[in-house]
């Protein structure tokens, strides 16, 4: 007999970003229901120290759990950067995280094997992708570079036109000159700002973005484990869940979806 495992996967972000994960593991998985977490209380991790985002990830787990999620995808480069490995150890369910995925894409993309890596200060900062990067190829050169700004670029919808483009030129126009053929988009609020990044790169550079990886790796996952949900007579519920008043999180989601979220619950997550 087919699994038909109905238990949501949990995902979990620091805000709206990880929307684009959830989006890739919709299209790949469109049986399976999903509990989104947007920690949008405690918003940007990607400046906070390790110890902190660690702290989070877990509170954002154990949310998740009592909602008896079957997977947990960490959708965050930064909490996957600093977190995963304490989660795994500690959470009674398989845990994905970002970072894993999107390098192994990038070491099969390169041509070069100089592969260039954009994340926020905590990401860069962690090492966590030239490991991965080097795990997956040990002669890979990569160059890293935190984009701080990106995020409340993209937070605020401000995508396209000048402003974007002045700051994509300020954080990669040296990148840009490394030799670099395949760029990491290392943070998940990156997909959004593709235009002006690609255009600052140069044709020649290939952009990855780690969603479509990370929902082939959960799949992956839950079929290994006879985990995955049928197709059933009625769609799979999408439930979402934000830590600060929902308002801000219901105007831009649907900018990082791809499709309007009507409804989403403000909750109060107690630290650990
Ligand atoms: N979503 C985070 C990431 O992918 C970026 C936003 C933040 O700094 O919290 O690293």
């Known amino acids: 007999m087919l699994p038909d495992d109905r238990r949501p996967i949990g995902v979990f972000d620091s805000g709206v970003g990880g929307l684009t994960v959830l989006r890739a593991l919709m299209e790949r998985l469109p049986h399976e229901a999903t509990v989104y977490l947007g920690d949008t209380a405690r918003v940007p991790y990607g400046t906070k ?5 660690t ?23 930064t909490a996957s950067a600093v977190g995963l490995e304490a989660l795994a150890q500690q959470l009674p369910i398989p845990v994905l995280g970002v970072i894993e995925p999107g390098a192994k894409v990038a070491a099969a993309r390169t041509r070069t094997g100089r592969v260039g890596v954009i994340g926020t200060p905590g990401t860069v900062r962690s090492g966590a992708y030239a490991r991965a990067l080097k795990r997956a190829r040990a002669d890979l050169v990569v160059t890293s570079r935190a984009c701080p700004l990106f995020v409340p670029l993209a937070e605020e919808g401000w995508t396209t036109g000048e402003v ?12 840009a000159t490394t030799g670099v053929d395949t760029l990491v988009l290392g943070c ?7 235009g002006v990044i690609a255009e600052v790169m140069g044709d020649g550079v290939t952009l990855v973005d780690s969603a479509a990886a990370v929902a082939e790796a959960a799949e992956a996952v839950l079929q ?10 009625t769609p799979p519920a999408h439930a979402y869940f934000v830590t600060d008043t929902p308002d801000r999180f219901l105007e831009v989601a649907g900018r990082f979806l791809g499709r309007p979220v009507e409804q989403a619950e403000q909750v109060d997550i107690r630290p650990v």
């Open 164 to 175: 974007p483009r002045l700051v994509a030129r300020q954080y990669l126009s040296e990148l």
């Open 224 to 233: 290994e484990r006879g985990l995955l949900a049928a197709k059933a007579a």
């Open 55 to 77: 702290r989070y990830s877990l509170a954002n787990a154990r949310f998740l759990l009592a909602r008896d999620v079957k997977l947990l995808v960490i959708a965050c480069n």
């Open 49 to 53: 120290s390790a110890e902190v985002v």
């Open 188 to 194: 998940t609020h990156y997909p959004l700002l593709q």
